[in-house]
Nanobody
C-alpha cells in the first residue's frame, strides 16, 4: 500500500495548483481519502475529505470555496484543486488513507505561496 503525492511548488498569491495522490496496492474508491497539511511550527490539520464512492466531501473552513477534492478511479488517483491561494496555505500537503485499520500517509508535497 503506497500513496505518492505530486504537484506542489511555488505559486503567487491568488494562483492555483493541483495536487495529485497516486495510490497503489488498494482501490482508493473503496476508502475514505483525505488531504492534510502541516505548516512550520503547527500541527497537521485536515484540509479535505472524500467519502467512499465519492458522493460526499468535507473541507476545513479555511479552504471552503477555494479547494476541491476529487478522484479519477481509472487512474486510482485523488486530486486537490487549490484556487485563490493565500500565503497561509503554505505547508506540506499529505495524502491519507486508512486501509483495513492501518493509517497510510504519503511522503508529502511542499506548497509555497509567496510573491
Amino acid at each position: 500500500v503506497q500513496l505518492v503525492e505530486s504537484g506542489g511548488g511555488l505559486v503567487q498569491p491568488g494562483g492555483s495548483l493541483r495536487l495529485s495522490c497516486a495510490a497503489s496496492g488498494f482501490t482508493l474508491s473503496t476508502y475514505v481519502m483525505r488531504w492534510y497539511r502541516q505548516a512550520p511550527g503547527k500541527e497537521r490539520e485536515l484540509v479535505a475529505g472524500l467519502s467512499v464512492g465519492g458522493s460526499s466531501t468535507n473541507y476545513a473552513d479555511s479552504v471552503k470555496g477555494r479547494f476541491t477534492i476529487s478522484r479519477d478511479s481509472a487512474k486510482n488517483t485523488v486530486f486537490l484543486q487549490m484556487n485563490s491561494l493565500k500565503s497561509e496555505d503554505t505547508a506540506v500537503y499529505y495524502c491519507y488513507a486508512r486501509i483495513r485499520g492501518v493509517v497510510t500517509w504519503g511522503q508529502g508535497t511542499q506548497v509555497t505561496v509567496s510573491s
